[in-house]
């Protein structure tokens, strides 16, 4: 469960007993509640078809309930139009490929808030500040499908960063980026949830869930398993075996070395190190 929070809190999104069936008859949503809060940052994850896209296309409306509700700022979402929700969620697609479609980078960039109806300034202020940090700046004439795709999905992240909405969702934003680049790019969505931004990632890698996420959410046949603080995750058994995930390599050394002291909460290398030291520095 998650703690009760503060009363100052904003809630950013609910879903109450979502279910979610495809034309096709495929149940990918079953029965989910859960609230997500203002200036999270939450990791999506869960096996193959578990419902991680299909749960994240419901926060900015692509997706409706065909059971429950789900509610977005103060808007219940069958009732608003999608761009309504763009400005509070902005949703980088899993297939980049299948959100660019302007004839430049800068065009791409510059469409959110040009659609928001923002000034010319406001516009050229916001697609400026997003090639910045996505570093597309000498790629803005380019039409954004010949680029890599690593590239290209810099250029996605970037058109929803123009858009400043509220919470931004990537979903497996590390495909077709090396170990670098996908930390070049925690580092820039750390620094956009520092800003109070609530980030949701879908993510396969365990490591990046242990160092940046603070809340994790595993899906399974479309069933919310768990939701639960990362560290409690990692570290108690337990949960680890209901939720079917594998724990990064530093948490089970942490865990294979608890019979020295070292604390079965250690998520990052840094504090491995520091469980280490401080054992080390007990022992003489
Ligand atoms: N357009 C669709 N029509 C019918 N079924 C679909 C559609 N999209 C997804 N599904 C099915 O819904 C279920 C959930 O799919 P979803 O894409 O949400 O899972 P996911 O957790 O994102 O998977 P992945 O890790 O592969 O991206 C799966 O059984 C999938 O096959
Ligand atoms: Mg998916």
């Known amino acids: 469960m998650i703690p009760k929070p503060s009363i100052d809190d904003e809630r950013l999104a609910a879903f109450r007993d979502v279910d979610f069936t495809y034309e096709d008859g495929t149940e990918a949503l079953r029965g989910i509640t859960l609230d997500i809060w203002k200036g999270e940052h939450i990791a999506l994850v869960g096996g193959n078809g578990s419902g991680k896209t299909t749960l994240a296309k419901h926060l900015n409306g692509l997706l409706t309930p065909t059971g429950g509700n789900v509610i977005v700022g103060e808007f219940d979402t069958c009732k608003e139009p999608v761009a309504r929700l763009a400005r509070t969620v902005g949703y980088v697609f899993q297939n980049p490929d299948h959100q660019l479609f302007c004839p430049t980078v800068t065009d791409e960039v510059q469409f959110g808030p040009r659609n928001f109806g ?23 004439a380019e039409p954004p499908m010949s680029l890599s795709l690593g590239d290209r999905r810099r250029v996605s992240i970037a058109s929803v960063i123009a858009t400043d909405p509220e919470m931004i969702v990537l979903d ?60 409690k ?37 840094d504090e491995l190190a520091e469980e280490i030291a401080r054992l080390m520095e007990g022992a003489k």
């Open 233 to 269: 995750v990692f570290s108690e058994s337990s949960l680890l075996r209901d939720s079917g995930l594998t724990p990064p390599p530093v948490s089970q050394l942490a865990h294979r070395l608890g019979e020295y002291g070292v604390s079965p909460e250690t998520l990052t290398v």
């Open 172 to 231: 497996e934003p590390f495909t077709g980026l090396d170990a670098k680049e996908a930390d070049e790019l925690m580092r820039v969505v750390n620094g956009i949830n520092r800003e109070g931004k609530t980030i949701i990632l879908i993510t396969h890698d365990m490591r990046v869930v242990a160092e940046h996420s603070e809340r994790v959410i595993v899906l399974a046949e479309g069933r919310l398993m768990l939701d639960c603080r990362t560290r």
């Open 118 to 140: 923002l000034s010319d300034s406001e516009i050229a202020e916001k697609t400026d500040r997003a090639l910045e940090i996505m570093t597309l700046d000498h790629l803005k």
